[in-house]
C-alpha cells in the first residue's frame, strides 16, 4: 500500500483516487470523472498514466493475487447514452479497465476479473450531486492470498470468509 500511495500521490491529493484497506482486500477508488466521460466507457487519455501506475505495482509487487474491477454508477436512470441500464454501464466500465490492465499493464489475465455493480452498492447517498458523484466509481481490488488448505481444514478461502457450503439436491 506504501509503494501505490507514493506513486499516485499527486492524485490522491487532488481526490481523484483512495486507497483503503478493506476486509475484501487492498480497494484502489476510481472516480469515474477522470476515467470516463458521462455515460461512457471508454477511459479517457488522461487516465492512463494512472492506470499505468497501479498496474506497475500490480505487476511487481503483488503478480500471485487475484484482481478485480468492479463498476459502480448512481442511481440515475440512463437517458442518452445508449445503455440499457446502469448496470451494463457499470460493466462496461469495470471491463474496459480491466481490458486495460491487461493489454497495456501486461497484467496477467487468469488474475482478473470484472463486475458490473449498477447503482446497488452506494458508497454514499444519491440525494446529493456531491453524493451521485461518489458512487460513480471503478475500484480496484486487490485480492488477500488465499489460506492454504492445511490452515482452513481443507477448505481454501479468503482470509476471514466462512468456510464453503455444499448443498446437493437429489433428482428423482
Do not use: C
Not at 441500464?85 to 482478473?112: F, Q
Not at 444519491?126 to 492470498?145: F, H, M, S, W, Y
Amino acid at each position: 500500500m506504501d509503494i501505490l500511495e507514493k506513486r499516485l500521490k499527486t492524485e490522491i491529493d487532488d481526490k481523484e483516487v483512495k486507497l483503503e484497506m478493506a476486509e475484501r482486500g487492498l480497494v484502489i477508488t476510481f472516480v469515474a470523472e477522470v476515467l470516463y466521460d458521462s455515460g461512457k466507457a471508454n477511459i479517457k487519455q488522461e487516465a492512463y498514466p494512472m492506470l499505468d501506475k497501479v498496474a506497475k505495482v500490480i505487476k511487481d509487487k503483488v503478480s500471485d493475487r487475484e484482481i478485480g474491477v468492479e463498476g459502480h454508477t448512481d442511481n440515475e436512470p440512463i437517458k442518452h447514452s445508449g445503455w440499457k441500464s446502469n448496470w451494463e454501464l457499470s460493466t462496461a466500465r469495470a471491463t474496459s479497465v480491466l481490458h486495460y490492465l491487461v493489454d497495456n499493464g501486461k497484467l496477467n489475465p487468469k488474475k482478473l476479473s470484472a463486475i458490473g455493480y449498477g447503482e446497488y452498492r452506494p458508497v454514499a447517498s444519491n440525494d446529493t450531486a456531491e453524493g451521485r458523484q461518489k458512487n460513480r466509481r471503478v475500484e480496484v481490488v486487490i485480492i488477500p492470498k488465499v489460506f492454504k488448505e492445511k490452515e482452513t481444514g481443507g477448505n481454501k478461502g479468503v482470509i476471514g470468509s466462512p468456510k464453503p457450503v455444499r448443498y446437493e439436491a437429489k433428482v428423482k
